[in-house]
């Protein structure tokens, strides 16, 4: 298959484990229609294939699971700050948000 022939509709959906929370209070400010402020936008780098027919097709386009097997965050000023550098290390967002509420209440 030609890769000029695929053409992606700007969608996708990225099923999120590790860091979920710390990621839905991120959004909390996010207002609910609209394109996502500049200043909420988190850059990502998706390593993964096309793995299989996720939906049928409307018409209009058709969904493809993608099997993720690396994800990047590009030096940001996000990725960049205290949180993301703690995520290097191997600790969770939800640890970290964890321990920032334990200190706050300190």
Do not use: W
Request: charged share 25%; glycine share 8%.
């Amino acid at each position: 298959m030609s890769r000029a022939k695929i053409k992606s509709s700007g969608f996708a959906i990225l099923d999120v484990t590790n860091g979920r929370k710390a990621l839905a209070k991120h959004f909390a400010a996010r207002p609910p229609f609209g394109v996502c402020p500049k200043a909420l936008r988190i850059p990502i780098v998706i390593h993964g294939y096309l793995d299989s027919v996720f939906s049928g097709d409307d018409g209009t386009s058709r969904e493809f699971a993608v099997h993720v097997e690396h994800l990047e965050l590009p030096k940001t000023s996000f990725s960049e700050s205290p949180i993301i550098t703690q995520m290097e290390r191997g600790k969770s967002f939800d640890a970290i948000l964890s321990d920032a509420a334990k200190d706050g209440a300190q």
